[in-house]
């Protein structure tokens, strides 16, 4: 009985710590200065000052500081968990003219997330029909440094 009662006890302090841990990462809060209008899934906005926010497990909420304008966003974990390490910085693949938000990171692995294509760069993405995607990181000052695949 003891032994149950301690396998119960267990079980259930592993599950409050995992709850405290999912909910400790709902605080994700980022400011960054963006120079260039840029896509996210299938909304454009203008150059500006954004705060990034994870309301939710999997999603993430874009807001121009000054307009207000703000978009929910799906995101999943960053596929290159190695090489996240760094400053807060959001990641952009650019086409000719056009950026699409692609990475969102504040410099550690448990909160950069990737976002989903959307369907206005798939077509763009698609390696058979043109030239790879420079990509473009913006540190939280607005400062812009090239990146590559895995940043």
Not at 9 to 16: C, K, P, Q
Not at 37 to 62: D, I, Q
Not at 103 to 112: A, L, M, N, P, Q
Not at 127 to 141: E, H, I, M
Request: glycine share 6%; with cysteine.
């Amino acid at each position: 009985m003891k032994r149950i009662l301690c396998l119960a006890a267990t079980t259930l302090a592993i599950g409050l710590m995992t709850t405290a841990t999912h909910a400790q990462s709902g605080n994700l809060k980022l400011r960054f200065k963006v120079p260039f209008p840029f896509s996210v899934e299938n909304k454009t906005f203008s150059a500006g000052e954004y705060e990034v926010t994870k309301p939710a497990r999997w999603s993430l909420m874009l807001r121009n500081v000054h307009t207000q304008s703000s978009a929910f966003e799906t995101v999943r974990p960053s596929r290159h968990p190695a090489k996240v390490e760094g400053p807060k910085r959001l990641v952009f693949n650019r086409y000719g003219s056009r950026y699409f938000l692609v990475k969102v990171s504040d410099g550690s692995v448990e909160s950069t997330y990737d976002l989903f294509k959307s369907k206005e760069e798939k077509p763009l993405a698609d390696v058979t029909s043109g030239p790879r995607p420079n990509v473009v990181r913006v540190l939280s000052d607005g400062m812009i440094r090239p990146g590559d695949d895995g940043q």
